[in-house]
C-alpha cells in the first residue's frame, strides 16, 4: 500500500468481498495475499481504504466472506509465529493482518452472534497440527500475538547472531529473556530500536481492540460480565504472562519524556516510545481492570485468578516500589513543567490513564499505598492531581478526570501520614488560577477545593460530599493554616447554612456536619498552630449563633423556603443563578481590606483562567458514582481514654499537654478501633464563585458580645458527627447574611439550583428540623467562643486596636487548658472497595481509552454500548 497500484488493488479487493453473492474460495491465495502482502503499508492506510459503511455490510450480507478474512488474517499470524518471522516479508505481512484485525474486529463485536464466532475453532490447514485445529480462534489469535510481542529481530533485539537462518523458533523461546526495558524484574536495559517499538505498539493496539468486547456489551447493573478475551491473555495458558507483565510496567515506569533535555527535541526527532507506553498503559489499566474474583487478595485459586493482579499484588521490593513511584512522578508532574522557552518540552497526555493506574496499584497492593505515604513524594502526587482539578473543573468533557482525581486523593486521606505530610510547605513552581498564598500544601487543597465548589460546572455536584469527606479526614493533622484557606473554610460553613437552602432538601443539612467536624477536629488536636482560623471563627461567630439559634416552627420553615427564589436568571451557561435580594451595604475599616486582600488575592502570575470545553468536543456519558455511604466506611482514630483524661487535665500549672502529641502517640501505638458507621451521600446543588469572600469586621468585635440568647448553655451537647438514619449526606452550598450588632457584610454570590423529582414532594416538618438541630456538635466552637471573644474584646478596647496582626498575636499565645469539651474522637472515613466504583472505573476507563485513540481510531463510529457518546 506504499503506492497508488498497490492501494487500489487493496480497495477492489475489499469492495468484490461486499459485492459477490457468493463466496470467495478460500483456498484462492492470489486473491487473500492482496490483503497483507504489499510491501510498504500503514494502519491509517487500512483504516481509510476500509470504511465502516463497507464493514457492516460485509457482516450483514457476506458473512462468509467476513468469515473467511478473519479466518485467513489469524492464519497468517499464527503461520508467522511458526516461521519465527525470519524475513522482512513475513514481518510485512504480520503487520498487515494486525491492522486489518484492529479495524474489522469492533464492527464484529457489535453482533452478538459474531462474538461467539471468535471462541469457534480455527479451519484445518497443512501448517496447522492436530491439537491447532481444536484451538478457539480467539486463543490462536492472543496466542499468537503474544509470541510476536517477543519476537528477535521483530519486537525485541536479538539475543544472538541474526538472521533467516539462525531465528529462534518462537514457541520455544524464553521470553524472560526479551523484556522490554529495565526495572521490575530485569536488571538490563536492552537496545532501543524505533522500530520494535512501532511494532510492539500496532500489537497492542490490536489486543486492546480484542479487549474491547465489554463496552459493546449493555451493562447489568453492577456485575461483572466476564471477557473471555482477557481472561485467557491473563491466565497461565498464556506462558508469556509474566514477562508481559513487567515488560508493559517497565516501560510505562521508566519512560522519560524529556530525556537529557535539549529544548524543542520533540519537534525536531519523532518519539516512537511515546505511543508504545501510552498503548503498555492503556493494556496494562484493562487487564487489571478485570477482576472475575472481586477481591484483591492474594491466595486466590490460580487457575481462576488474574495473574496480572497477582503479580502486581506481590511486588515489595523497595526498590522496585521506587522505580514505579519515581515512574508515576516523573510522568505526573510533566505536564507541569514550567520553561522559560515556551513549549520547548515535551508534554504527555495520556495523565487519565497514569492515574487510572496508580489507582490500581494503590488497590492492589497495599505495601506500595503505605510506601507512598510514609515518604513526601505522596505530595508529588497530591500537587499534579490538584492542578488537574483545579484545570478542569469548567470543563464537562473532563469531569471524569475530576472524579478520579477526587477518589485518589480520598483513598490517601483516609490514612493519617497523608493528613501529617500535607504541613510540609508549599513553594508555588507552576501558575495555578488560584490566590496567591503562603503556606503548606493543605492551604493548597482547600484552596483548589473551594474553587471546584464555587466555579466548577454542575456535573460536580456529585463530588461535594467526598471533598469535604477529605477535608475531615486530614483536619485533625493540619498544624497551620494560613487567612486565605482560613477564610475559605468559613465560607464554605456561611454558604451551606443559610436556612432556605436547608430547608430545601433532605440531605443538606449534613454538609454542616462535616464542616463542624473540621473545625472541632482543628480546634481540639491542632489548636496551638492555628490562630488564623480561630481568628476567622471569632470573627464570623454570627454563621455559629444563627445554627444554633435556628428557628424550627412551620412558620419560620415557611418564610426560608419562599426566599429560595427571589431572582431568578438563567446565564448564558444554563444555570440557574440565585442572588441575594436586600443587600445590607457594608462598612470596611482599614483591617477590612486587609483581611478581605488576603482571601481575594490574584491568581498567580502566568496562570490562565479554568476554560469550558470547546463547543463540539466529545465525551462520553459515565456510570454514576455511589453515596459516600457505600464509598467509605468509618474508623475510630482516638487516643487511649488514659490520653483523653490527660487532654483535659492540666498539670497544677496551667499547662496543657500538647494534644497533636497526644494523638501522634496514640495514632503509633495503632489504638484504633474500627467503627462502622453509615453516611449516605446524594448531591444536589453546586454554587458559583464568591465575589466577595465576606471581609472580616474587626471593629464589630468590640460592638458585639455574647447575648444571654447565645450562652453554650442552649448549644446541642455532641462531641461527634451523629448522623440521622433517615436521610443521605449531602454536599450542598448556602449563604447567610452575616451581620454584626450596627454592622452587616454584604455578600453577593450566585447559586446553581438543582432540584430533583424525588425531593420534589418533601416538605421540612418542625420536628425534622430539630432532630437534626439538636445534634449538631456546636459545642466546642461556641466554648471556644465564649471564652475567647471577651478577651480579645477587652483588647481591641485597652489597647484601642486596629490591627489584625496584634490579634493573632494574642491567640497564638492563647489557651484553652481544661476550658474545651473532653476532646471527641477522631474519625476517619476509608475507602472500600464496591461495586458502585468498580463500575464507574470501568466505564471511565473505556471511555478514555475510546477518546484518546485517534490514530488510528479504532473504536470510533461504532455502536458502542457500555457508555454513550456525547458532544459538549
Given at each position: 500500500?506504499?503506492n497508488?497500484?498497490?492501494?487500489l488493488n487493496?480497495r477492489?479487493a475489499?469492495?468484490e468481498?461486499?459485492t ?12 487473500w495475499?492482496?490483503f497483507?502482502?504489499d510491501t510498504?503499508?500503514s494502519a491509517?492506510d487500512?483504516f481509510?481504504?476500509?470504511?465502516a459503511?463497507?464493514i457492516r ?12 478474512l478473519t479466518?485467513?488474517?489469524?492464519e497468517?499470524l499464527?503461520?508467522?509465529v511458526d516461521?519465527s ?22 464492527y ?5 452472534d ?7 475453532s ?7 497440527t492436530e491439537?491447532d ?7 490462536a489469535l492472543?496466542?499468537?500475538l503474544c509470541d510476536l510481542?517477543?519476537?528477535?529481530d ?14 529462534e523458533?518462537l514457541q520455544?523461546v524464553?521470553?524472560c529473556?526479551?523484556?522490554w526495558?529495565?526495572?521490575v524484574?530485569?536488571?538490563n536495559?536492552?537496545n ?5 517499538d512501532c511494532n510492539r505498539?500496532?500489537?497492542l ?5 480484542c479487549f474491547?468486547?465489554t463496552i ?6 453492577d ?7 482477557i481472561e485467557y491473555?491473563?491466565?497461565g495458558e498464556?506462558?508469556h504472562a509474566?514477562p508481559l507483565?513487567?515488560s508493559?510496567?517497565n516501560?510505562v515506569?521508566s519512560y ?7 529544548p524543542?527535541?520533540?519537534l525536531i526527532?519523532?518519539?516512537?516510545r511515546?505511543?508504545l507506553?501510552?498503548a503498555?498503559l ?8 478485570h477482576?472475575t474474583?472481586n ?7 490460580p487457575n481462576m485468578?488474574n ?6 499484588s506481590?511486588i515489595?521490593?523497595?526498590?522496585d516500589f521506587?522505580?514505579i513511584l ?8 510533566n505536564?507541569?513543567t514550567?520553561?522559560y522557552l515556551?513549549?520547548s ?6 495523565h487519565q490513564e ?9 488497590d492492589?497492593?497495599?505495601?506500595f ?5 510514609k515518604?513526601s ?10 492542578y488537574?482539578l483545579?484545570d478542569?473543573r ?7 478526570l475530576?472524579?478520579?482525581?477526587v477518589f485518589?486523593?480520598l483513598?490517601l486521606?483516609?490514612?493519617?501520614n ?11 513552581t507552576?501558575p495555578?488560577?488560584?490566590?496567591v498564598f503562603?503556606g503548606?500544601?493543605?492551604d493548597?487543597l482547600?484552596i483548589v477545593f473551594h ?8 456535573r460536580?455536584?456529585?463530588l461535594?460530599?467526598?471533598l469535604l469527606t477529605i477535608?475531615?479526614n486530614?483536619?485533625p493533622?493540619l498544624?497551620t ?6 477564610t475559605k473554610?468559613l ?7 443559610t ?12 454538609l454542616i456536619f462535616?464542616?463542624?467536624e473540621?473545625?472541632n477536629?482543628?480546634i481540639?488536636y491542632?489548636f496551638d498552630?492555628?490562630?488564623?482560623l480561630?481568628?476567622?471563627?471569632i ?6 449563633h ?6 424550627t416552627?412551620s ?8 426566599k429560595?427564589a427571589?431572582?431568578?436568571k438563567?446565564p448564558?451557561?444554563?444555570?440557574l ?12 475599616t482599614?483591617t477590612?481590606?486587609a483581611v478581605?486582600?488576603s ?9 490562565h483562567?479554568?476554560l469550558?470545553a470547546e463547543?463540539?468536543?466529545l465525551?462520553?456519558s459515565?456510570?454514576s458514582?455511589p453515596?459516600?455511604?457505600?464509598m467509605?466506611e468509618?474508623e475510630?482514630?482516638?487516643?487511649s ?5 490527660q487532654?483535659?487535665?492540666?498539670n497544677g500549672n496551667g499547662?496543657?499537654?500538647p494534644?497533636s502529641?497526644?494523638?501522634s502517640?496514640?495514632?503509633?501505638k495503632?489504638?484504633v478501633?474500627p ?7 446524594e ?8 465575589s ?6 474587626i ?5 458585639a ?28 452550598a448556602?449563604?447567610?447574611?452575616t ?5 452587616g ?5 450566585s447559586?446553581?439550583?438543582l432540584?430533583?423529582v424525588?425531593e420534589?414532594?418533601w416538605?421540612?416538618?418542625p420536628d425534622?428540623?430539630?432532630?437534626w438541630k439538636s ?5 466546642t466552637?461556641?466554648?471556644l467562643?465564649?471564652?475567647l ?5 477587652k483588647i ?6 486596629t490591627d489584625?496582626s496584634?490579634?493573632l498575636?494574642?491567640?497564638q499565645?492563647?489557651?484553652l487548658?481544661?476550658l474545651l469539651?473532653?476532646p ?5 472515613r476509608k475507602?472500600q472497595a464496591?461495586s ?14 475510546y477518546?484518546?485513540?485517534?490514530d488510528p481510531p479504532?473504536?470510533?463510529d461504532?455502536d458502542v454500548?457500555?457508555f454513550?457518546?456525547q458532544?459538549v
Amino acid at each position: 500500500m506504499g503506492n497508488t497500484d498497490t492501494k487500489l488493488n487493496f480497495r477492489k479487493a475489499f469492495v468484490e468481498l461486499t459485492t459477490k453473492t457468493r463466496p470467495i474460495d478460500p483456498h484462492d491465495e492470489d486473491y487473500w495475499n492482496q490483503f497483507w502482502s504489499d510491501t510498504a503499508a500503514s494502519a491509517l492506510d487500512v483504516f481509510t481504504l476500509i470504511p465502516a459503511n463497507e464493514i457492516r455490510t460485509l457482516r450483514d450480507q457476506s458473512p462468509n466472506n467476513l468469515a473467511t478474512l478473519t479466518y485467513k488474517s489469524v492464519e497468517k499470524l499464527v503461520k508467522a509465529v511458526d516461521t519465527s518471522c525470519r524475513t522482512q516479508q513475513d514481518q510485512m505481512t504480520a503487520l498487515n493482518c494486525v491492522r486489518l484485525l484492529t479495524r474489522i474486529i469492533p464492527y464484529m463485536f457489535e453482533d452478538a452472534d459474531w462474538r461467539t464466532f471468535f471462541w469457534s475453532s480455527l479451519p484445518s490447514s497443512h501448517t496447522a497440527t492436530e491439537e491447532d485445529d481444536t484451538l478457539p480462534l480467539a486463543k490462536a489469535l492472543v496466542s499468537a500475538l503474544c509470541d510476536l510481542l517477543f519476537c528477535p529481530d521483530f519486537t525485541v533485539s536479538a539475543n544472538r547472531k541474526s538472521g533467516p537462518d539462525r531465528a529462534e523458533d518462537l514457541q520455544s523461546v524464553d521470553s524472560c529473556e526479551y523484556i522490554w526495558e529495565a526495572g521490575v524484574g530485569a536488571a538490563n536495559s536492552p537496545n532501543h530500536v524505533p522500530q520494535h517499538d512501532c511494532n510492539r505498539t500496532e500489537i497492542l493496539k490490536l489486543l486492546l481492540a480484542c479487549f474491547s468486547e465489554t463496552i459493546y456489551i449493555q451493562p447489568s447493573g453492577d456485575t461483572l460480565i466476564p471477557n473471555k478475551w482477557i481472561e485467557y491473555f491473563s491466565s497461565g495458558e498464556n506462558r508469556h504472562a509474566l514477562p508481559l507483565f513487567t515488560s508493559l510496567l517497565n516501560v510505562v515506569c521508566s519512560y522519560d519524556p524529556v530525556g537529557i533535555g535539549l529544548p524543542y527535541n520533540h519537534l525536531i526527532f519523532a518519539d516512537s516510545r511515546e505511543p508504545l507506553v501510552e498503548a503498555a498503559l492503556q493494556v496494562l489499566v484493562v487487564v487489571l481492570d478485570h477482576d472475575t474474583n472481586n477481591s484483591c487478595e492474594e491466595d486466590t485459586t490460580p487457575n481462576m485468578d488474574n495473574l496480572f493482579i497477582n503479580y502486581i499484588s506481590r511486588i515489595h521490593r523497595e526498590e522496585d516500589f521506587y522505580f514505579i513511584l519515581k515512574g508515576f512522578t516523573r510522568l505526573l508532574n510533566n505536564p507541569l513543567t514550567q520553561t522559560y522557552l515556551p513549549n520547548s518540552t515535551k508534554k504527555i497526555q495520556f495523565h487519565q490513564e497514569l492515574l487510572v493506574f496508580f489507582w490500581k496499584m494503590c488497590d492492589y497492593n497495599k505495601k506500595f499505598l503505605y510506601y507512598v505515604l510514609k515518604s513526601s513524594d505522596v505530595l508529588d502526587i497530591l500537587v499534579p492531581i490538584l492542578y488537574h482539578l483545579n484545570d478542569s473543573r469548567a470543563d464537562q468533557s473532563r469531569v471524569g478526570l475530576m472524579h478520579i482525581g477526587v477518589f485518589i486523593l480520598l483513598l490517601l486521606s483516609g490514612e493519617r501520614n497523608f493528613g501529617v505530610r500535607l504541613n510540609k510547605p508549599y513553594t508555588a513552581t507552576m501558575p495555578m488560577d488560584i490566590p496567591v498564598f503562603t503556606g503548606t500544601h493543605a492551604d493548597l487543597l482547600i484552596i483548589v477545593f473551594h474553587k471546584i465548589i464555587t466555579t466548577g460546572h454542575q456535573r460536580l455536584q456529585p463530588l461535594f460530599d467526598c471533598l469535604l469527606t477529605i477535608l475531615v479526614n486530614v483536619s485533625p493533622y493540619l498544624k497551620t493554616l494560613s487567612m486565605v484557606s482560613s477564610t475559605k473554610l468559613l465560607h464554605f460553613l456561611e454558604a451551606f447554612s443559610t436556612p432556605w437552602f436547608l430547608f430545601s432538601s433532605p440531605n443538606n443539612h449534613h454538609l454542616i456536619f462535616f464542616l463542624l467536624e473540621i473545625f472541632n477536629n482543628i480546634i481540639q488536636y491542632q489548636f496551638d498552630g492555628n490562630s488564623n482560623l480561630v481568628y476567622t471563627i471569632i470573627r464570623k461567630r454570627q454563621v455559629f449563633h444563627a445554627l444554633a439559634n435556628l428557628a424550627t416552627d412551620s412558620s419560620s420553615i415557611n418564610r426560608s423556603l419562599m426566599k429560595k427564589a427571589p431572582l431568578m436568571k438563567k446565564p448564558s451557561k444554563g444555570k440557574l443563578d440565585l442572588l441575594r435580594d436586600n443587600p445590607i451595604k457594608e462598612r470596611k475599616t482599614s483591617t477590612d481590606s486587609a483581611v478581605s486582600n488576603s482571601a481575594e488575592t490574584p491568581s498567580m502570575e502566568g496562570s490562565h483562567p479554568a476554560l469550558p470545553a470547546e463547543p463540539g468536543t466529545l465525551k462520553v456519558s459515565l456510570a454514576s458514582i455511589p453515596g459516600i455511604e457505600k464509598m467509605t466506611e468509618r474508623e475510630s482514630a482516638h487516643p487511649s481514654t488514659q490520653q483523653l483524661n490527660q487532654l483535659t487535665r492540666g498539670n497544677g500549672n496551667g499547662i496543657l499537654h500538647p494534644v497533636s502529641n497526644v494523638l501522634s502517640d496514640a495514632t503509633n501505638k495503632g489504638e484504633v478501633e474500627p467503627i462502622m458507621v453509615q453516611v449516605d451521600g446524594e448531591n444536589n446543588l453546586a454554587f458559583e464563585a464568591d465575589s466577595d469572600i465576606g471581609s472580616l469586621d474587626i471593629s464589630g468585635i468590640a460592638g458585639a458580645i455574647l447575648t444571654g440568647n447565645e450562652t453554650p448553655a442552649q448549644i446541642p451537647r455532641s462531641s461527634s458527627m451523629p448522623l440521622s438514619h433517615s436521610s443521605p449526606a449531602a454536599s450542598k452550598a448556602r449563604n447567610l447574611p452575616t451581620g454584626t450588632s450596627g454592622h452587616g457584610v454584604h455578600m453577593q454570590r450566585s447559586f446553581s439550583v438543582l432540584s430533583t423529582v424525588s425531593e420534589s414532594k418533601w416538605s421540612p416538618s418542625p420536628d425534622w428540623v430539630q432532630g437534626w438541630k439538636s445534634k449538631l456538635p456546636l459545642q466546642t466552637v461556641m466554648r471556644l467562643l465564649q471564652v475567647l471573644v471577651p478577651q480579645v474584646e477587652k483588647i481591641c478596647i485597652d489597647k484601642g486596636l486596629t490591627d489584625e496582626s496584634e490579634i493573632l498575636k494574642f491567640l497564638q499565645h492563647g489557651t484553652l487548658v481544661g476550658l474545651l469539651p473532653v476532646p471527641h474522637p477522631i474519625l476517619i472515613r476509608k475507602y472500600q472497595a464496591n461495586s458502585g466504583t468498580t463500575m464507574w472505573f470501568r466505564t471511565y476507563m473505556w471511555g478514555v481509552i475510546y477518546l484518546r485513540n485517534t490514530d488510528p481510531p479504532v473504536w470510533y463510529d461504532t455502536d458502542v454500548r457500555l457508555f454513550e457518546i456525547q458532544r459538549v
